[in-house]
């Protein structure tokens, strides 16, 4: 089945010490994003590509980076990880065209990330 | 570890009662609706996704009213089942850039 694939489904990281959550797609779509969600919230969009066009919400900490080096996948780095980053990350793709608009949204299960 | 999060509205209901859920989205310009369920430990799951040309969409027990005017959407729930416990997100679209943009979220409780 075509799905969004996030690993890994539970990372623990320490204080200050760089990580990188991965998510994989196999929809082609053209569009991913990555979403924080912290407990009893809403997610919370951090960045998202447009084909290879990187998007950075105005209010998303320079601690986070995103690459992607191709259409498959889609990385979310965290440079130096604090206990305020301790949050379900979620990979979301959807399929966009300027004629028709975005559809398909598709979200990943998430990866929770501990930080201690 | 995680801050503290601030606490959900809750819906509590009887199973096989109706339940609705409501939202108030921010963008007028929005014109692309979507709800979903959030189970614990999961992903959001799509549920029903409505259009800014239409007022009214069904599902398979589900409905969904848009209502423009005063920028509101509604979940309508038929006959709830103890499997559709779970948190209600409702999500708009702003068609400057098509960011799927997430509100406040409803966590439905149904008690057997």
């Known amino acids: 089945d075509a799905m969004v694939i996030q690993n890994p489904r539970y990372q623990v990281t320490q204080f200050g010490k760089p990580v990188t959550l991965s998510c994989s797609q196999t929809?082609?779509?053209?569009?991913m994003y990555w979403y924080q969600q912290k407990s009893s919230q809403a997610p919370k969009l951090l960045f998202h590509?447009?084909?290879?066009?990187?998007?950075n919400e105005a209010d998303t900490p320079d601690n986070f980076q995103s690459r992607r080096p191709n259409t498959s996948f889609c990385f979310l780095d965290i440079r130096s990880p604090g206990l305020g980053d301790a949050a379900m990350y979620l990979c979301?793709?959807?399929?966009?065209?300027?004629?028709?608009?975005?559809?398909?949204?598709?979200f990943g299960s998430g990866t929770r990330l501990t930080v201690v | 570890g995680e801050s503290v999060g601030l606490h959900l509205p809750t819906l509590s209901v009887q199973e096989g009662d109706n339940s609705i859920i409501n939202c108030a989205y921010s963008n007028s310009a929005s014109d692309y609706f979507i709800w979903y369920k959030q189970e614990s430990g999961k992903g959001p799951q799509f549920i029903i996704d409505?259009?800014?040309?239409?007022d009214k969409r069904q599902g398979q027990r589900v409905t969904v009213l848009l209502n423009k005017t005063v920028k509101h959407l509604s979940l309508q729930i038929a006959a709830t089942q103890p499997g559709d416990s779970a948190v209600y997100f409702c999500a708009e679209i702003h068609n400057q850039g098509g960011k799927l943009i997430f509100g406040q979220g409803t966590e439905l409780s149904v008690k057997p």
């Open positions: 979301a793709t959807s399929r966009a065209t300027k004629r028709t608009g975005e559809s398909g949204y598709t």
């Open positions: 409505i259009r800014s040309n239409m």
């Open positions: 590509y447009y084909d290879k066009d990187f998007n």
């Open positions: 929809l082609n779509h053209n569009v």
